[in-house]
């Protein structure tokens, strides 16, 4: 199994001008974006599971996407997507159960009745607070995401053995990081807006997800989402 703290060479996003892969020949695919916070998931999940030898990553450049995607791979023409047993597999958080459970590697979910149910809640709500917050940037996220980072910070209270949401790092983890670490960035660097701020759970939250390999080698430049947020939320 690859370790986890082993750094990996990236390989090149995929445009409309490179050929695709030899699809369905055995090889386990995961399709990606790099800067793609659901991609980012995934990603994750996989390297913490130490697949990086058995999950290839396969980028997909979204700006320039081949048309043999959407055509052979993934009829949706968004990533994530995984090629696995000869079939494909989209959506993030359906995708990081997929390849918890189907793959060797740490469990990502605990055997605690109490706490798996706890998670699908977490899990259920992250639709909720990307919608929250993504709106708040149109207006006064100041006022108005308060209660979504509260919830967070309550949950991370429900747990006392370690840090993370359900104590010991999991797939709720895995499906928070990737926005609510642009979120913070983002806040900050327009609204001055420190979302850890009086929450020190939150806060210890991102100093230990900062101690994790599998994440850490998933992060990409603040400067690309936090100018693409700008574009996207403050462009007049």
Known sequence: MASASVQEVLPPALDSTSEPPLLFDGTT???????????????????YK?????IKLVPIDLQNRPTWYKERVYPENKVPSLEHNNKIIGESLDLIKYVDSHFEGPALLPD????????????SYTDTCIRVVYTSFKGDPVKEVGGTF???ETALHRFDDGPFFLGQFSLVDIAYV????????????VWKYDITADRPQLAAWFEEMNKIDAYKQTKTDPKLFVERYKRMFLAQ
């Open 29 to 47: 695919r995961l399709y990606v974006n790099y800067a793609c916070p659901f991609a980012q998931r995934v990603w994750i999940t996989r390297n």
């Open 50 to 54: 130490g697949l990086q030898d058995k």
């Open 112 to 123: 605690d009745p109490a706490k798996r149910e706890f998670a699908e809640e977490l899990i």
């Open 150 to 152: 509260d919830y967070l």
């Open 178 to 189: 990737p926005f609510i670490e642009r979120f913070q960035i983002f806040l900050q660097e």
